[in-house]
C-alpha cells in the first residue's frame, strides 16, 4: 500500500500512518498467519529438595502377554535422584489394585510424595486416583499440549527401558517380564549425566555393590555424623548439577521462542484450528479464520498463561490458554465485531462437514494403488472442495455411501 501511494501522495509520517492504518485491519487481525517464533519462554519445573519428594510416573503399554499375564510396565521415576522402579501390570487394572500397588510398592519404600508429574492418561485423571492422592496429600501435575517438556522425565525412561527390553528379548530370548528386575537393577546402576553419578549412588550416598566394584566400604564411612554430612553434600551437589542442566536445557529452547506479555483487561484474538477425522491426501483450501474474538483477559495464570472472558457459546471451553494461542487486538472505532458461528470443541477446534461426493480417481503409487474421491465440505456458509481417501471416508461418513462411486456423480452416491 505504501508503495502504491509515495507515487502520487505524500504527508508527513505517511509510511508510519499506513502501517498502523494496516495493522488495524479487522479482516487481516483475523485471517494472517503469524511469521514469527511461538510465543512464550520455556518454564523449567523446580528441582526438588529431597528424594523421591516429587516424582513422575507413566505406562508403557502395548507389550506382548507374558506367562504371569502382564502387557504393561508403570515406570515410577524420582525427579532428583533418577531412581526408577518399574513395576509389571496388567492395562485392564482396576484403579483399586493400582492404588494397592502404588502403595505396597512406592509408599512402602519412599513414603508419600509432595507431587506427581503424569500425562493425561484416564487413570490418572480419574476421580478415584485423584481423590486417592489428596487424601494422602500428594499434588497431581498433568503435562499438556504446550508444556510436553513437563512429563519428559518419565518418557526419557520409558525409551531406555524398551531399548534395554529389546536387547534382552533379541539377546537371551524368552519373557521381557523375566528381565525386568535385571533392567531397572542395570538402569539404577547407569551413570547419569545430569546428576555426575549413578541414582543408586544418588538415593543411598554410596556406589552399589557389583562385579565391578567389589570395594568393601569401612565401618567409618557408614556410622555416625559423617554419613549424614556425605549425604547432605551429595544431593547439594545433585541440586546444582540438575539446576545447571535445567539452565541449560531453557538457554537453548528460548532461542526459538519470544517473550511476549499481556495485561489484564487487554484483548485478544484466540487461535482456532479445523479438524476432520480423515487422513489428509492432498492441500485442504485455508478459507476459515485462524483467530477468533477479540475476548478480554481477566486474569494471568502463571507466566505463560491467562484467562478469558469467553461468551456463553464457549461455555463449554476451559477458559485458561496458553499465550502462543493468543494475538493481541489492535482497536479500531470503525471494528463491528459480530459473534462466531463456530462450534468449537473443548481442545480448540472445530469440525467441518461433508455435503457430497463429486469425482473419483485412483492415484498410483510405487507398490499400491489408493483410491481417492472429491469430498466437498461445508463450513460456516463456506463450500470447498477436497480430494480424500475412499476408504478413510468411507469409515468416517458412511451416509455418503450407499454403493460402488463413480467418477462424475454430484451428489450423494446411490445404487
Avoid at 35 to 46: A, C, D, E, N
Avoid at 100 to 129: A, C, M, N, Q
Avoid at 156 to 172: A, G, N, Y
Avoid at 394 to 405: A, S
Wanted: glycine residues 4%; positive net charge; aromatic residues 10%.
Amino acid at each position: 500500500m505504501y508503495n502504491d501511494l509515495k507515487k502520487m501522495y505524500w504527508w508527513n509520517g505517511m509510511k508510519r500512518d499506513i502501517s498502523e492504518f494496516v495493522s488495524k485491519c479487522l479482516i487481516c487481525q483475523q485471517v494472517k498467519a503469524e511469521h514469527q517464533v511461538p510465543s512464550g519462554l520455556l518454564q523449567p519445573i523446580m528441582v526438588p529438595e529431597w528424594k523421591w519428594d516429587r516424582i513422575t510416573m507413566d505406562f508403557v503399554s502395548g507389550l506382548p502377554l507374558t506367562p504371569g499375564k502382564k502387557d504393561a510396565i508403570w515406570v515410577i521415576v524420582d525427579r532428583l535422584t533418577k531412581s526408577a522402579h518399574f513395576i509389571p501390570v496388567r492395562t485392564n487394572y482396576s484403579l483399586n489394585k493400582l492404588a494397592e500397588l502404588y502403595i505396597k510398592e512406592i509408599v512402602r519404600l519412599h513414603g508419600i510424595p509432595l507431587s506427581i508429574i503424569s500425562d493425561r492418561d484416564p487413570r490418572f485423571t480419574s476421580r478415584f486416583w485423584q481423590k486417592l492422592q489428596d487424601a494422602l496429600g500428594t499434588k497431581l501435575n498433568f503435562s499438556t499440549a504446550f508444556h510436553p517438556q513437563t512429563d519428559g522425565q518419565s518418557e526419557r525412561v520409558i525409551q531406555i527401558l524398551e531399548d534395554m527390553l529389546r536387547c534382552c528379548v533379541l539377546e537371551f530370548q524368552g519373557s521381557w517380564e523375566r528381565y525386568l528386575p535385571l533392567v531397572e537393577f542395570a538402569y539404577n546402576n547407569s551413570y547419569q549425566t545430569s546428576l555426575k553419578m549413578a541414582p543408586y549412588e544418588a538415593l543411598y550416598g554410596r556406589k552399589c555393590r557389583t562385579p565391578l566394584y567389589w570395594t568393601e566400604l569401612k565401618e567409618n564411612q557408614i556410622y555416625g555424623v559423617d554419613l549424614i554430612k556425605k549425604t547432605e553434600e551429595k544431593v547439594k551437589i545433585i541440586r546444582d548439577c540438575l539446576k545447571a542442566a535445567s539452565d541449560r536445557q531453557k538457554s537453548y529452547a528460548d532461542l526459538k521462542q519470544k517473550d511476549i506479555e499481556f495485561q489484564v483487561g487487554d484483548k485478544v484474538f484466540l487461535k482456532v484450528s479445523p479438524w476432520k477425522k480423515v487422513l489428509r491426501f492432498g492441500r485442504k483450501g485455508k478459507l476459515s479464520p485462524r483467530f477468533i474474538g477479540p475476548y478480554e483477559i481477566i486474569e494471568k495464570v502463571g507466566p505463560v498463561a491467562y484467562r478469558l472472558a469467553l461468551p456463553p457459546e464457549l461455555e463449554k471451553i476451559h477458559d485458561v490458554f496458553h499465550v502462543s494461542m493468543l494475538r493481541r487486538y489492535r482497536s479500531d472505532p470503525s471494528h463491528i465485531i459480530s459473534p462466531t458461528e463456530i462450534e468449537l470443541r473443548p481442545d480448540m477446534t472445530y469440525e467441518e462437514e461433508p455435503i457430497k461426493i463429486l469425482a473419483r480417481e485412483v492415484k498410483q503409487l510405487r507398490n499400491k494403488s489408493v483410491a481417492l474421491v472429491k469430498v466437498l465440505w461445508q463450513k460456516h456458509g463456506v463450500e470447498e472442495t477436497t480430494w480424500e481417501t475412499e476408504e478413510t471416508m468411507r469409515n468416517q461418513y458412511p451416509h455418503l455411501f450407499t454403493g460402488k462411486i463413480f467418477e462424475g456423480e454430484s451428489c450423494n452416491i446411490l445404487n
